[in-house]
């Protein structure tokens, strides 16, 4: 009786470090980036209704059906095909109006950033930007981080 128990003990020791022994799984980092394609939506008048009370303040929105589209944005909407494409779309609050300079959305190994340079205009009347762009389609859970480079002036405030 005892050679088994000691049989039995000796198998699980043996089995217990060949558990022990396996090698970590190698993890490569992920350091892939690629530029999305971007398209914008020929004769949308930007008027996203959530209002932003503070300078430097921005509202994000990550549009993916005619519901969502119609809740932000004001006014006749050119119509968009949400079963191929996601909107992307922001408001920021400058001191002084202003416009895009450039923008551009990223997919990485984490999700996607779409980053918007703004620029101030000359007139010093506190005004909003909004800015907008659509991409392929992306999955439901899927990170997005919006990268908003304010003007200097607005930066300070």
Do not use: W
């Not at 908003?148 to 930066?155: C, G, N, Q």
């Amino acid at each position: 009786m005892k050679v088994n128990q000691y049989l039995m003990l000796a198998a699980l020791s043996l089995l217990a470090m060949s558990n022990s022994c396996k090698k970590e799984e190698e993890i490569t980092p992920c350091t892939a980036a690629t530029e999305v394609e971007t398209a914008q939506i020929t004769s949308l008048k930007p008027t996203i209704t959530e209002p932003v009370p503070y300078v430097g303040q921005t509202n994000e929105y990550i549009i993916n059906s005619a519901a969502e589209y119609q809740e932000v944005f004001a006014g006749i909407l050119p119509p968009v095909d949400f079963t191929n494409y996601t909107l992307l779309a922001g408001k920021t609050r400058l001191p002084s109006r202003g416009h895009v300079l450039a923008q551009q959305v990223v997919q990485t190994c984490l999700g996607y950033t779409y980053t918007v340079q703004l620029e101030a205009d000359a007139q010093p009347v506190a005004a909003n930007v909004v800015y907008y762009v659509l991409v392929p389609k992306i999955g439901p859970g899927t990170k997005v981080v919006f990268d908003i480079k304010l003007p200097p002036l607005a930066a300070k405030s």
